[in-house]
């Protein structure tokens, strides 16, 4: 519907369309509500936890692989298992980039 209404704004610009106010207010409400599902999407986007694989973290902190697993030893970023691989999480490896220790 928005793009036949761009079309047709395109088409003619200097166009004058009559909605009653009930209209308004109901085209208002649709909108508002598509607006708030999508930023409830992406926070739900953003609160996703994303996993990283080893040479993820070594390019993101650009440290060799010696330095990742004596963090690990040190209990400074932890990795998980998944799958016999190690995985680092994307929360931690970000408040060790703020500033902080995971």
Do not use: C
């Amino acid at each position: 519907m928005n793009n036949n209404l761009i079309q047709l704004h395109q088409e003619f610009p200097t166009i004058q369309v009559t909605i009653s106010l009930k209209d308004l207010l109901e085209a208002n409400s649709i909108l508002v509500q598509q607006v708030k599902d999508d930023l409830q999407q992406q926070l739900a986007d953003e609160k996703a936890e994303v996993y990283y694989s080893r040479e993820k973290a070594m390019e993101i902190f650009d440290v060799s692989s010696t330095t990742l697993w004596r963090w690990e030893k040190k209990g400074y970023l932890t990795p998980i298992m998944v799958g016999g691989y190690r995985r680092y999480r994307k929360s931690d490896i970000n408040k060790i980039l703020e500033g902080g220790q995971q």
